[in-house]
């Protein structure tokens, strides 16, 4: 069982992590940034491609996407399995799914044997790629990152109804309230719910 002080520091992280930065911006993609991301991937190699792809479609941490190997892609179950970096100990895998066409895509870069990673890139030549392509799409901002397309992936399942216990495996999560922060932005729903209202009043 937790310290008090423990509690009171998770509580604290919590309230202090946001969807927005300090200046009020939006630090994740609309579905139309998404969309302008991909098509500006499409246009770049197939090494990049791939990587944009991934973590468009996973939300995996730009770091799991690197430690990725063609042995931990399985075609039969649909799937790619990451390590679970953020966990306290090592050897915590999660499987996503993802559709044939990204496996595809990513069993045409691979090269070497089953256990080397999809990428020889470092951290940094791998966040340049994804900035870059950001930029070729016209998307900027605190949301033009590979974190910004976790959050828009974490956003869009949630919206699509994806269970957030799931969302919460899907993104490695240890803790549920981290996941349930992505429930708190605005998406189409509630502008479903709120054109009501708009017309409620309307009709006063």
Not at 96 to 105: D, G, N, S, Y
Not at 108 to 118: H, N, T
Not at 178 to 183: D, L, Q, V
Request: with cysteine; aromatic share 8%; net charge positive.
């Amino acid at each position: 069982m937790p310290h008090k002080g423990e509690t009171e520091f998770n509580n604290d992280h919590h309230k202090q992590w946001s969807l927005y930065d300090q200046s009020g911006h939006r630090k994740y993609l609309t579905a139309k940034e998404r969309r302008a991301f991909m098509a500006a991937a499409a246009e770049r190699p197939a090494d990049v491609y791939a990587l944009c792809w991934l973590i468009a479609e996973t939300g995996c941490r730009l770091t799991e996407a690197l430690e990725l190997t063609a042995g931990r892609i399985d075609p039969s179950r649909g799937v790619v399995i990451f390590e679970s970096l953020k966990k306290r100990r090592k050897g915590i895998y999660r499987a996503v799914p993802v559709r044939k066409e990204l496996i595809t895509a990513l069993d045409g870069i691979a090269q070497g044997d089953k256990a080397s990673p999809l990428w020889s890139w470092c951290r940094m030549t791998a966040y340049r790629r994804i900035t870059e392509t950001m930029e070729l799409a016209k998307v900027s901002g605190p949301q033009a990152n590979a974190r910004g397309l976790r959050h828009s992936f974490a956003i869009a399942a949630l919206e699509a109804g994806v269970p957030l216990n799931l969302v919460q495996r899907w993104l490695g999560h240890a803790d549920m309230a981290t996941t349930a922060i992505y429930a708190d932005a605005i998406g189409t729903e509630e502008r479903k719910l709120a054109s009501r209202l708009w017309k409620a009043e309307m009709g006063k």
